[in-house]
């Protein structure tokens, strides 16, 4: 680090603002891509729907943030932590610069959502303001409420007797300010009504012309039906808002005797007990309210933020129902990998003749993957099924497939990760439907995350028992197969089924295996393996035959991959960077990274796929990954990165590579003071959209198929 921080000019200037010079910060890097994030409810090129969705996964992406990130930020503060961020900033600078960034991202999200809702009215969908609306629609709203709301509603008195409310963290919440009719004192009283998932957040109004979508948000319609709530009161005013907690779950895992009983506990705080963190009003609270809500929840006006339109903008996707196609993306089928069309063949059998690479959602999960564990439920010759499951979602096919294996008297391990953040409520449930089945489940590793994802078939063959094996960049979730960008490799490849082998006895069993063959893992060997591959470009990397580098992940957040990438640099090393999200390295910087260049791909699909290109003097080296280039991926969690050595499957990755490096339409470059501009065609050139060219593949892969079938005319 020192000897890095010798090759930047400081002319005087203090050791924090060198620091700055060599990392961006991952918080306010976090926030430039949500930004992009945002920025996608801008392009016309997207349907008018899809626009309002980037809008509600913006919100989704910012309530993760705070209940993470900036929860851990406060928890340093309240601890008197004065440790620096890589970039030299404290805790409570941190938190400074990511309220000014949120505040003016806040407002560019709420001139976006109008501009929207102003195109939607011209396609026939409406949310009406309940003041503007008929008697008829009153009189109907009136109805519903008393019908379909009041029933499940619990409105909370604030009195000497009942004390403020545990409020549930991202609720949507009213209060009310009250005062008796009849009493002369003027004395009020504050009752609070918080709103369950039960209720449904758009009410649609009937008898509308055909083809048209009339809504009003239930918020309004319980407080225009406040004399049904409050009789022999008088409502003063109402207004929303919303908490949002600490849901870090942390565990003392050396301490903890039963962990899934832990983590059961520690996601009830998450919901009910844990520090509020940010406070959501509506710009028509009063002053006197917000600070009345600020004193109870414990937090400052710099943790409370005005928003001049709706609350829980993730409900938002609800819209996305609505039956106009031409207002959501073009549906798309997948196609199946040209290796596996067959399906009288036995896919064991497709796998040992050759590797076989997919890539979703271009490329189908279910005539892959879901093929790959269903035949190995049912054939009769499979003895064994060993995964890793992170995320696999709700109603989940691979979790139905492993159920019906041990139905089939298969040996089945599932290795479930408990501490998948937000999925930890799901995968105990479906855990333990495991269990009851007979499958073998497997909790976590003590101290890290398992987020490696890797599946190991094993079957009998004569007197061999081969060994077939599904490794992946992403997770065996059938969903977001549908919508993430990810490779995946099926191989028989004696030594990736060998490390297979041992991997699972490395998750299942005390083992200390270091004989590697194929596999690099996390975190024993892989930041190792990474940085002796940046250092051997480095090395090679001469005037007349420099290096290349060239990857693609989600992240670069750890300062010592970052430090020999600019290294690396400095010895003219080519170095191209596909990050889709956070980047705290500092391209462009002269004699430091002005050899490297950082781009992100934002589109229809999440960019979520890890490929890591090698020149080696013309070798050529390729690895997938299920790893980004962060702290927590290699230090604490247990992560695999593989080879790809079949040289028509190189080609094929090099060439994705260089495609979306090709992209003009989606692409994003980050300068080197942060800020990231929008990659634009060339005077003369075409746009290129890299994931609407693998769609466009696909399409004309079906058309060429269906050419191919249609009878010879005579």
Not at 271 to 276: D, L, Y
Not at 405 to 424: H, M, S, Y
Not at 518 to 537: G, S, W, Y
Request: charged content about 30%; some cysteine; overall charge neutral.
């Amino acid at each position: 680090m020192k000897d890095l921080e010798k090759s930047i000019k400081t002319d005087g200037k203090n050791s924090k603002e060198k620091v700055k010079n060599l990392y961006f910060n991952r918080e306010l890097s976090f926030l430039e891509f949500n930004r992009r994030v945002l920025y996608e409810a801008t392009d016309r090129r997207h349907p008018l729907l899809e626009r309002l969705k980037f809008l509600a996964i913006f919100s989704s992406n910012l309530d993760e943030f705070f209940m993470i990130r900036v929860a851990g930020l406060k928890r340093q503060v309240e601890s008197g932590v004065v440790e620096l961020s890589s970039d030299g900033l404290t805790p409570e600078e941190q938190l400074s610069a990511i309220r000014e960034r949120v505040l003016e991202l806040y407002k560019l999200q709420e001139n976006l959502y109008y501009q929207i809702w102003e195109e939607l009215e011209k396609e026939g969908i409406y949310l009406h303001n309940y003041k503007e609306l008929s008697q008829e629609d009153k009189n109907y709203l009136r109805e519903f409420f008393c019908t379909n709301v009041l029933p499940i509603l619990t409105p909370r008195i604030i009195d000497q007797a009942h004390p403020f409310p545990n409020l549930i963290n991202r609720a949507l919440n009213i209060v009310f300010v009250l005062k008796e009719k009849d009493n002369k004192s003027g004395a009020q009283g504050y009752n609070f009504v918080q709103l369950s998932d039960k209720i449904p957040r758009f009410v649609k109004l009937p008898r509308k012309p055909k083809g048209e979508y009339h809504f009003v948000l239930i918020e309004q319609v319980i407080k225009a039906n406040w004399d049904v709530l409050f009789p022999g009161y008088q409502v003063i005013s109402s207004n929303t808002f919303r908490v949002t907690r600490d849901a870090d779950i942390e565990i003392a895992e050396d301490e903890a005797e039963d962990l899934l009983f832990a983590i059961s506990e520690q996601i009830k705080l998450r919901i009910w007990g844990t520090a509020v963190v940010r406070l959501e009003v509506s710009t028509k609270m009063s002053d006197e309210l917000v600070e009345f809500l600020q004193t109870n929840l414990g937090i400052k006006d710099s943790d409370t933020y005005r928003l001049n339109r709706p609350l829980k903008l993730p409900d938002f996707f609800y819209l996305l129902s609505i039956d106009k196609r031409h207002l959501k993306d073009i549906p798309f089928q997948t196609r199946i990998p040209l290796e596996l069309r067959s399906q009288q063949k036995n896919i064991f059998d497709i796998i040992k003749n050759g590797d076989i690479l997919v890539h979703h959602p271009f490329d189908s999960f279910t005539n892959s993957v879901l093929r790959f564990i269903r035949t190995a439920a049912e054939d009769p010759n499979v003895l064994s099924i060993k995964i890793t499951l992170y995320r696999v979602g709700q109603n989940s096919p691979v979790v139905e497939a492993l159920k019906k294996a041990a139905q089939n008297g298969k040996d089945v391990v599932a290795f479930v990760e408990l501490k998948a953040r937000f999925d930890e409520e799901s995968n105990i449930g479906w855990a333990k439907e495991l269990e009851e089945i007979g499958v073998n489940v497997v909790y976590g590793v003590l101290g890290g995350k398992t987020h490696s994802k890797i599946a190991l078939v094993i079957r009998q063959e004569g007197n061999i028992l081969r060994k077939y094996v599904h490794l992946s960049t992403g997770n065996y979730n059938a969903f977001t197969a549908r919508i993430y960008t990810d490779m995946g490799l099926f191989t028989a490849d004696e030594d990736f089924g060998w490390d297979a082998v041992q991997f699972f006895n490395l998750l299942t069993g005390y083992s200390k295996y270091t004989e590697w063959r194929k596999l690099i893992v996390a975190p024993f060997d892989l930041k190792r393996k990474l940085i002796e591959l940046i250092r051997r470009e480095a090395e090679n990397s001469t005037p007349e035959n420099s290096g290349l580098i060239f990857a693609k992940m989600n992240s670069i957040a750890h300062d010592e991959i970052t430090q020999e990438l600019y290294k690396a640099s400095q010895k003219n090393v080519k170095i191209k960077l596909l990050v889709r999200g956070i980047c705290c390295l500092v391209p462009g910087v002269k004699n430091l990274s002005e050899n490297i260049e950082v781009r992100s791909i934002l589109g229809r699909f999440l960019e979520h796929t890890r490929i890591f290109y090698f020149y080696a003097n013309g070798k050529q080296e390729i690895y997938l990954s299920s790893a980004d280039w962060m702290t927590r991926n290699l230090n604490r969690r247990i992560e695999l990165m593989f080879p790809i050595e079949n040289p028509i499957l190189k080609e094929k990755l090099i060439k994705i590579l260089e495609l979306y490096w090709k992209d003009n339409t989606k692409s994003w470059r980050l300068l080197s003071n942060g800020q990231y501009e929008k990659i634009q065609p060339a005077n003369g050139e075409e746009e290129f959209n890299t994931q609407q060219y693998f769609l466009n593949e696909i399409a004309e892969i079906r058309k060429e198929t269906r050419i191919r079938i249609l009878p010879i005319s005579k």
